[in-house]
């Protein structure tokens, strides 16, 4: 994977969201099980905006959770 920071005049950052924030949604959307250990973890890095997956995982999940019912 290409990082677009090495080829791109503008910076890119990741925003990571909190331990509260993660157990907030495992509240919301998991009856209050964890998720899995590796969606904590990339919610932990870069849970709120990642340059690398374009997206913002918190409207991401509501979208989901929409469709879904």
């Not at 099980?33 to 709120?48: D, M, N, Q, S």
Request: net charge negative; charged share 30%.
């Amino acid at each position: 994977m290409r990082n677009p920071n090495a080829e791109s005049k503008y910076q890119f950052r990741t925003r990571p969201i909190s331990i509260e924030e993660i157990e907030d949604l495992e509240q919301k959307y998991n009856n209050g099980k964890l998720f899995p250990k590796v969606l904590r973890e990339l919610l932990y890095l870069a849970g709120e905006t990642c340059y690398v997956f374009d997206y913002n995982a918190l409207d991401l999940m509501d979208e989901m959770q929409e469709h879904v019912r």
